[in-house]
């Protein structure tokens, strides 16, 4: 980390696949959230390799009123597995949660197993890992999604919308990282990764170390923040 509150990252070389999605893209996935909820997969950032990525936060908070003004529901008084399934871990609602656990119990009631790309709150239940499972996920849960509109279901059936929410907007702008001049530095200054390319057996060079680290620094644009708040019409 800079003085600029920069982080740089080490994300391993590139004959390395520390994660699954590396086979089809190098870098990280960055995820911006409330403490409350419980973030998913497809609403992360992707960082890229050889890149320094700034992304300036702004905050918005949404306020519907609930039925009959909206869709939305009061929660204390709608009953379904998945919203008490929520309530009872202690995360706030949302919609998109409470389809992805509907979407899991089908992948689990098929498969045995629960998806890592979406969310479980189901304790006794393994990760579908070995290629068995994941054939399963694929051919028997994901493609039954797409295909036959279940997620449509989840929403219509068990999973209101909810009345407040926040919403994150971004602002991202990226350069080349690093620059030769401060490869340098970065190569004589750090001996752990001077050891870590030594166990590979591979010599530093500017095309090896852009593949293998970037930075980001994530910030709030503004100090305030946004308010939405629906009110009945007089």
């Known amino acids: 980390r800079d003085v600029y509150k920069r982080q740089e990252l080490f994300v391993g070389l590139p004959n390395r696949a520390l994660l699954i999605n590396q086979a089809v893209e190098r870098g990280l996935r960055l995820l911006v959230y409330n403490q409350s909820l419980l973030p998913e997969f497809d609403e992360s950032l992707s960082l890229w390799v050889g890149t320094s990525t700034n992304i300036a936060l702004k905050k918005v908070f949404i306020k519907h009123l609930p039925q009959p003004y909206s ?3 009061t929660l204390n008084k709608y009953r379904s597995e998945f919203v008490e399934l929520i ?4 995360y706030a609602y949302r919609q ?3 389809q992805s656990l ?3 119990q089908y992948t689990i009631d098929m498969c045995h197993c629960y998806y ?7 304790a006794n239940v393994s990760a579908c890992s070995n290629a068995t499972q994941s054939e399963c996920v694929f051919n028997k849960a994901v493609s039954y999604f797409t295909e036959s509109g279940y997620s449509l279901q989840c929403q219509e059936r068990y999973c209101p919308p909810e009345c407040d929410m926040v919403r994150w ?6 350069a080349q990282y690093p620059s030769p001049e401060y490869a340098n530095r970065l190569t004589r200054g750090s001996e752990k990764l001077a050891k870590i390319f030594r166990e590979e057996n591979a010599s530093i060079t500017y095309e ?4 293998s680290i970037l930075a980001v620094a994530v910030y709030f644009n503004e100090l305030d923040y946004t308010l939405v708040n629906e009110v009945a019409s007089m």
């Open 102 to 104: 509907c979407e899991q």
């Open 87 to 90: 309530r009872a871990s202690g």
């Open 208 to 211: 090896r170390l852009r593949e």
């Open 116 to 122: 890592p790309y979406l969310i479980n709150l189901r």
């Open 169 to 174: 907007e971004y602002v991202l702008s990226s």
């Open 96 to 98: 998109k949660m409470c």
């Open 71 to 73: 869709a939305c529901a």
